[in-house]
């Protein structure tokens, strides 16, 4: 009629309850079975310790119910609760970790002049748009102060600058060709055949009312660098070659005409900027000029106007080879550029007697008007590429001098001499600009590298002397000197110019 509690070590047969009470003996789940033999319950549970899949055996003696619990399922008038099961927790995601954006070196540093430092500022912009600018930037961080200075000039760009100054310099040719024309005009010892009659300057032999002429041009020189330390910029070396051809006729007592030129230029930069690049220049133009009698020091002294304006279409090719320990690149461009000018001349001719022979003399002015346009363009290569903004710039020169022209004979032919000295002043942008930026900076930045050329000469001697021979009435042969000197400009060329008239 009692309890009969007895913890089982897992190691038995049974265990009998004779009485009406409860038998009640935790099992480990190492036993064969456990009687009741009263009116009561025999309640066994299993603690876990083995498994209960269906081999687990219960053996039930009397009146009562015995329940034996495993883990595999519940019988009986007293199920057990099920345990729920537990939720898992999420595994958290790993936050990632930012890569750190590489810090930009200051350039600035290692820059002398406005041009490297332009350089510098460009680079900058392109480590951060690239994180870091590659094999570039790891080797322009590594050089010591005198290689990281031709490093940043040979990235500057600077022959973009100095473009400018070698087409403007090119449309010296075409205005001295055309004024060296109309200087036949009414000419008394120059004879240029102008499609009338010698002795009666500016007339019009109606056997021959066009004058057609042709010449070639060659010239070498260049321009010098700045002098400032600031504003250093490279010598430009420039050479040119081409050839002009015109016609004119008399139209109410001016004689009008017209021409046409092509013309190649090749300009280079030196030093560290190994770059260099030509121009194929096409050009047409339209000049005219007339005189008028007014006496004074010698009763047929004239006073002379002479004009002109032409259009240059140039077509630019350019190459950049930048070379810097531990990294090298190739850039090159093809750009177009067009080059207006207009010029107007007026000057007072007389003859005067020299001893026993006549000496022409012209005391003249003239003023000159250049526009430089460059479009904008991208360069083709690796990670120096630049980007180049269009540009347009504005000049003038104002020139003074004397002209001076002589004859005489030789066996049957006739040979005219002349000459010319003069000074030029330029005014306006005498230096050429380009903005830019690196292709790899992308287009987010601005053209932040402002980088000067070669400037154009502001003051210049200019000296043409030449013989023309008189080879038949209608027909003459001319050769020219031509020499400029300035400030910033030392060139040396000729010109051989033929004369025929229709």
Known sequence: ????????????????????????????????GSSNNGGGTNTKPNDGGATNNGSHTHNETGNGSNNTGGSGGNSGNNPSTPTPTPTPTPTPTPTPTPTPTPQVPNFHLQAETRNESAAATGLGQMVAATHGGGALGDAIVNLKTPEAHNALNALSGEIYGSTKTAMV????????ASINRLDCIDDTLRLCPTGGTEQKPGGVDPNHRVTVWGQVYGSRGGNSGSGSNYLNAAHLNQN????????????????????????????????????SGYANNASLGVYGGTSWGVGGITPTARITLKMGADYTWNVL????????????????????AGTAQAYAETGYRFVAKLGGSALELEPFARMTYVSYQQGAFREHGGLTALNVRGQQSNLGYSTVGLKAASSFNLGSVVFSTH??????????????????????????????????GTPISADTAV???????????????????????????????????????F
């Open 463 to 501: 000296v043409n002397t030449g013989v023309s021979a008189h080879l038949a009435r209608d027909l003459t042969v001319q050769l020219d000197y031509i020499g400029q000197y300035g400030n910033h400009l030392t060139t040396s060329g000729g010109t051989g110019k033929i004369n025929y008239k």
């Open 169 to 176: 310099n090119d449309s010296f040719y075409l205005r001295d």
């Open 240 to 275: 040119a070659v081409g050839w002009i051809m015109g016609a004119d006729t008399d139209v109410h007592g001016w004689r009008v005409g017209g021409l046409l030129a092509y013309g190649r230029s090749m300009f280079s930069n030196g030093g560290s900027r190994r770059s």
């Open 317 to 336: 090719q350019t190459n950049r080879r930048i070379t810097i320990p531990g990294f090298s690149d190739h850039a090159k461009s093809t750009s177009l």
């Open 1 to 32: 009629g009692g309890t009969n509690s007895k913890p089982d070590d897992g190691s038995h047969n049974a265990t009998p309850n004779n009485g009406g009470g409860t038998n009640s003996k935790p099992d480990d789940g190492n036993h064969n």
């Open 419 to 452: 000459g010319s000295l003069a000074y030029r002043r330029a005014f306006g942008a005498l230096r050429g600009t380009a903005r830019e930026r690196f292709n790899q900076a992308g287009g987010g930045v601005g053209y932040d590298m402002s980088v000067i």
